[in-house]
Nanobody, 121 residues
């Protein structure tokens, strides 16, 4: 069974930092793009940051300069370092990855279960 397992969410005060991590587990042949999305209560899921297999990154305007996405291809992990957190960053954060699973003929889109991030004093 292939899955994306997230960790690192929690409660932090405004201005604080958190680091989210996501590990791809299972019979995975290749990993293409990876990324983080978030969904706040009553809002649609939105892209936070993405990273390609060769390390190229892209960020939503609302996190530029505050968040950093990185990946470790050897460990099949992607991380999101979140600094200068604001109350409006409160959301469920989801890991996303394009995975080529052993026995498949193409990449497929996978999602993690989500991890809660709450920014509040």
């Amino acid at each position: 069974q292939v899955q994306l397992v997230e960790s690192g969410g929690g409660l932090v005060e405004p201005g604080g930092s958190l680091r989210l991590s996501c590990a791809a587990a299972g019979s995975i042949f290749l990993i293409n793009n990876m990324g983080w999305y978030r969904q706040a209560p009553g809002k649609e899921r939105e892209l936070v940051a993405g990273i390609t297999s060769d390390g190229s990154t892209n960020y939503a305007d609302f996190v530029k300069g505050r968040f950093t996405i990185s990946r470790d291809n050897a460990k099949s992990t992607v991380s999101l370092q979140m600094n200068s957190l604001k109350a409006e960053d409160t959301a469920v954060y989801y890991c996303n990855a394009d995975l080529w699973v052993l026995g498949s003929s193409q990449y497929r889109d996978y999602w993690g279960q989500g991890t809660h991030v709450t920014v509040s004093s």
